[in-house]
């Protein structure tokens, strides 16, 4: 449905974007992922057709979006990232405006309001002015106004931005139910929420991608990931990691909390974990007092850490 | 068309869902009653005709027309709404014309609503009405072409004042261009060079209103107006573009 082809994008001397290229099917949710600053909005707004790309192409179905943009725009439903409102009307007329725009007529423009309006929760600021709502309210209004003509693509920019935990857990809800049928983008910092909802992931970093597959292939690549995590009780630390150093195929052992009699120890694979690891380390630890033994699954937010630069990070 | 329509639609709702609407129209009724009555004599002329009214059009819209239309882009980009806006399915130009078209009507309905002048002055007399009718799509005209000014300063900048500014200037130099104390000393200095007092004159909306108050509606005059409207419409679409990339 999306095909993103060599998309790049400079201000000026700055870049960006610089040669993004991915593509969404029809039943997938796409994560965007990335530090702040990393292009994440400029290709999206690229995407929806607000910015021209500098070179590459947007395929939207089967319109390109620079020749074709009224028809590609047709079939996007976008929530920009600040959540933008037509703060002189109500919620009603601006979702009534947005539907009318989006080509709906007479009743149903209604039924289409209607909709929207139970699926975001709106029912009971329907006739308040979009000035006086909260964040969350305001929030949930944009969102309502993108999905109005039940799109086949959305296009979100951090849609869960600024809503309470309640209302996160809605939003996250309504993407992944929507997710089934269309195909759709959103950007997002929160990393457990990428996991919660998205059937792929892509984190970009300084205009480029720099990894793209499942919330699970991600996560496998974090460094962590595979070890195996030791906590035993009433044995010196010095005893622990000197008996697991010397565990065939261990890496590297890594003292991870050290609290009254309790340790905790972090065994590092050289390869890939197996089931001869973790039972050469589960025959290492016979006769200690183990409290806790458990395989790392890897999380995404080391993986991330490990991959993008962080700008508050000391060169 | 339809787009069209729909955009319109909501830029006048947007004007009567707040007060400033409604003050708008009061204060343009009050001042143009004042200058038409006090300032220009109306009785005083002894005449059944409207001159004393439409005289005073240029300056009242010179700063009631920049006041009408300073928001229409300049809010956008303020409140970030441009976005919604360009990524809806429509051309940039339907958006343009929408907004204008819009403001324009509201603008038209302020002069519409200073009927009773010319109620007045059918009652005291027997006043030409097509000459009336000349002058009011002239008055039209002119808000236009300063409507369209508008427009263009306001997609220029996120701040309504400066845009509001902006405009006044630049209508003020259509207006001195061709305002007789100005003209007068451009005759005065250049008395060899005619043409240039003319051409300077040529750009002034003076110039090209004079005739619709005496009821003439000439091509050449509405082709000014609407080659004003035009040109300031499609750099505001320039504008627009370059904003975007």
Known sequence: MIKVENLTKSFGPKMAVNNVSFTVQRGEVLGFLGPNGAG?????????????????????????????????????????????CYSDMTVHGFLSFAAEIRGLRGDAIKTAVQRAVEMCFLENVLHQSVDTLSKGYRHRTCFAQSIIHDPEILVMDEPTDGLDPNQKHEIRQLIKRMGEKKAIIFSTHILEEVEAVCSRAII???????????????????????????????????????????????????????????????????????????????????????????????????????????????? | MG?????????????????????????????????????????????????????????????????????????????????L??????????????????????????????FPVVVTV??????????????????????????????????????????????????????LAGWPPVTNILTKALPDNRWIVELVSAFSVMTHFEDFQRGVVDSRHLLFFLSVIGFSLFSTSVVLRSLRS
């Open chain 1, 40 to 84: 994440k909005s400029t290709t999206m707004r690229m995407v929806t057709g607000f910015l021209p790309p500098t070179a590459g192409r947007v395929t939207i179905g089967t319109h390109d979006m620079l020749e074709d943009p009224v028809p590609a725009k047709r079939l996007i439903g976008y929530l920009p990232e600040s959540a933008p």
């Open chain 1, 204 to 315: 970009i970093d300084r205009g480029t991608v720099v990894a793209n597959g499942t919330p699970q292939e991600l996560k496998r690549k974090a460094p962590n990931a595979g070890a195996i995590l030791l906590r035993v009780t009433g044995v010196a630390a010095e005893a622990v990691t000197g008996k697991l150093r010397a565990v065939d195929g261990a890496e590297r052992v890594q003292l991870v909390k050290e609290e009254g009699s309790t340790v905790t120890v972090r065994v590092l694979p050289k390869s890939s974990a197996n089931g001869e690891f973790s039972r050469a380390v589960g025959a290492a630890a016979q006769g200690w007092r183990v409290e806790e033994l458990h395989i790392e699954e890897g999380k995404l937010d080391e993986y991330f850490r490990s991959i993008t630069a962080s700008d508050t990070a000391k060169k």
């Open chain 2, 3 to 83: 787009n069209i329509t729909t955009i319109a639609k909501r830029e006048l709702s947007a004007y009567f869902a707040s007060p400033v609407a409604y003050v708008f129209i009061v204060i343009f009724l009050l001042l143009t009653g004042f200058f038409t009555f006090m300032v220009g004599g109306f009785f005083e002329r002894n005449e059944a005709n409207l001159t004393a009214f439409f005289l005073w059009h240029p300056w009242l819209y010179l700063f009631l027309v920049p006041a009408v239309g300073m928001r229409v882009w300049s809010e956008e980009r303020r409140q970030g709404t441009i976005e």
């Open chain 2, 85 to 114: 806006l360009m990524t809806m399915p429509i051309t940039p130009w339907q958006a343009i014309m929408g907004k204008f078209l819009a403001s324009w009507a509201f603008l038209a309905l302020a002069l519409a609503l200073t």
């Open chain 2, 122 to 175: 059918k009652y005291l007399g027997n006043p030409d009405l097509g000459v009336a009718a000349g002058s009011y799509i002239g008055s039209l005209l002119l808000a236009g072409a300063y409507l369209a000014i508008t427009c263009l300063t306001s997609a220029l900048t996120r701040n309504q004042v400066v845009a509001f500014i902006i405009s006044v200037v630049i209508c003020l130099f259509l207006i």
